[in-house]
């Protein structure tokens, strides 16, 4: 007798919706959290998707508590991300990620791990002044006065993406307009449906 599997087809049915990676980018308080969340929020009461935020801060301080803020480190916190991105979108999931990933080369390994289709990264756009006075714990302010190295956008590059899927300008549009913009984008790809 033959064992049965089950496919990522049969995980869409039963989710009513394909598996996505939606992966933020952008500087230290640009509102990727932020906009992750509000966008989450309405994929699962108004779409009843099954989705799981990944947050930067969240993973920093369990599974990869391990790692330094070297580059060598940020490489592979993003490795590791990208490896469990795709245990979530492989079990059907839309996966929401929101982390600076600085390098395009991290980025462009962990859109490798996911179906074409099924990578969307997010440019978070948003001025360094303007992420600078978004900062409530502080980073930034440490960072100028050298008592955090290696900051993203002070004395460590953050290489902006390229061709993202969508760009989302934070200084300029609110919350909510950042989150509408990602349903439509979804909507047009055929990834969720309206209930």
């Given amino acids: 007798m033959a064992l049965e599997t089950i496919t990522g087809a049969d995980r869409s049915r039963l989710n009513g919706h394909s598996p996505a990676v939606l992966w933020f980018t952008g500087l230290s308080g640009s509102g990727k959290s932020t906009i992750g969340n509000a966008l989450e929020y309405r994929l699962f009461h108004h779409f009843h998707a099954h989705t799981y935020g990944l947050d930067g801060d969240v993973i ?21 991300i990208g490896e469990v991105t795709r245990l979530f979108y492989d079990a059907g999931l839309i996966v929401l990620t929101t982390f600076i990933s ?94």
């Fill in 60 to 80: 920093r301080t369990g599974l990869n508590s391990d790692l330094d803020f070297s580059e060598t480190g940020r490489r592979e916190n993003i490795r590791r």
């Fill in 102 to 195: 600085p390098f395009r080369a991290d980025r462009a390994f962990a859109r490798s791990l996911i179906p074409e289709q099924g990578f969307i990264e997010i440019y978070v756009r948003c001025p360094l002044a303007v992420c600078e006075t978004r900062d409530p714990k502080g980073h930034y302010r440490r960072a100028r006065q050298g008592l955090v190295p290696n900051f993203t956008g002070i004395d460590s590059p953050y290489e902006e993406p390229l061709s993202p899927e969508l760009v989302l300008d934070s200084a300029a549009a609110s919350v909510e307009d950042c989150a509408a913009a990602v349903i439509e984008f979804l909507k047009t790809r055929k990834l969720i449906q309206p209930l």
